[in-house]
């Protein structure tokens, strides 16, 4: 079974901001793809998620930097999304197979937009 999530167009400034947030119930891998199409470049980036169903808490930060590594979260990506540029793309491979939810959150030293697309299988 595969889901398509709806792309988003989304601004994100100085503070830490949830730029997508995806039930990934059921999936295994979630590929997400994120443009910068915005002046500014990102300099924060973070994967959080959880996997306790209907529990009230804060999804942990499952990794906030070395993204280009692989690990248990982090499949693949093509760069690292915490210094997105100004007019570049990230593709990102994440494991989400013990999850219930997923969000990603982005900061950027100045206003930057951004077009956040993902694909779960």
């Given amino acids: 079974m595969s889901t398509n999530y709806l792309e ?40 959080r998620g959880s996997g306790v169903k209907d529990s009230y808490q804060a999804p942990p930060v499952l990794k906030d930097s070395g993204f280009i590594v692989p690990d248990f979260h982090v499949l693949f990506t093509s760069g690292e999304p915490g210094r997105l540029a100004a007019d570049a793309s990230v593709l990102m491979y994440f494991n989400v197979a013990l999850l219930q939810s997923v969000e990603l959150w982005a900061r950027s030293a100045s206003s930057s937009d951004l077009v956040v697309a993902a694909f779960g299988v």
């Fill in 8 to 47: 988003k167009n989304i601004t994100v400034g100085g503070a830490l901001a949830l730029i997508a947030d995806y039930d990934v119930e059921g999936t295994n891998v979630l590929v997400v793809q994120m443009t910068n199409i915005g002046p500014g470049a990102l300099n924060a980036f973070e994967l």
